[in-house]
């Protein structure tokens, strides 16, 4: 297996643009989770799907930030508009009960 | 509430010495526990659980943590460090049969090896 696939790798964009990550899960997992990882604050769980269903968004920061996955292979976490302090690392990881496994992430630098 | 703590912020080990990763956790029930290894500019990867069973466990790369009930310690070792070990290592608690949302991870603690 491939592992959990993200795209793109590395994001520049400036302040007020919109701001689209992918992730493509590992086949078989039902599990679906977005996180957000900076110096400051560690590593952060935005939210996570089950079975392409969200259960919980309490960790999206703000209205601007929004995800969807419209099958179970594959999901988006859309920043608009995007802000400087948006900046950060930003990992899938999928599961089945148990074990998370995470994708490369997505280094995001606003300017 | 769940919380997990990785007192050290950085531990330095030379080639060949062992190793001691710390971490103590805190959950109402029985714990999940695992360990994560992140290499510079990668993504976390999984190196161990403990879920039940034998309280010592074996993971990748030579890597083994033991589970401490009493002390709610799951601290990470390897018995002859390597300077490829190098990275920054997460602990992450969730109580046992709760929800998956709830994984809860430290702040990392990051590992020199010299040589």
């Known amino acids: 297996d491939a592992g959990v696939i993200q795209s793109p790798r590395h994001e520049v964009t400036e302040m007020g643009q919109e701001v689209t990550l992918r992730c493509k899960p590992i086949s078989g997992h039902d599990y679906l989770f977005w996180y957000r990882q900076t110096m400051m604050r560690g590593l952060e769980l935005l939210i996570y799907f089950n079975n392409n269903v969200p259960i919980d968004d309490s960790g999206m920061p703000e209205d601007r930030f929004s995800a969807k996955m419209p099958n179970a292979s594959f999901s988006t976490l859309k920043i608009q508009p995007s802000e400087p302090r948006d900046s950060a690392v930003y990992f899938c990881?999928?599961?089945?009960?148990?074990?998370?496994?995470f994708g490369p992430g997505t280094r995001l630098l606003v300017l | 509430a769940q919380s997990v703590a990785q007192p050290e912020d950085q531990v330095n080990v030379a080639e060949g010495n062992p190793l001691t990763v710390k971490c103590t956790y805190s959950?109402?029930?029985?714990?999940?526990l695992f360990w994560y290894v992140q290499y510079p500019n990668r993504g976390l990867q999984f190196l161990l659980k403990y879920i039940t069973g034998d309280n010592l466990v074996k993971g990748s790369y030579g890597f083994e943590a033991e589970f401490n009930k009493s002390q709610t310690s799951f601290h990470l070792k390897k018995p002859s460090a390597l300077v490829s070990d190098s990275a920054l290592y997460f602990c992450?608690?969730?109580?046992?049969?709760?929800?998956?949302?709830?994984?809860?991870f430290g702040k990392g603690t990051k590992l020199s090896v010299k040589p």
């Open positions: 990881a999928s599961s089945t009960w148990e074990t998370q496994y």
């Open positions: 959950v109402s029930g029985n714990p999940y």
């Open positions: 992450a608690v969730r109580e046992y049969g709760g929800s998956q949302g709830n994984l809860i």
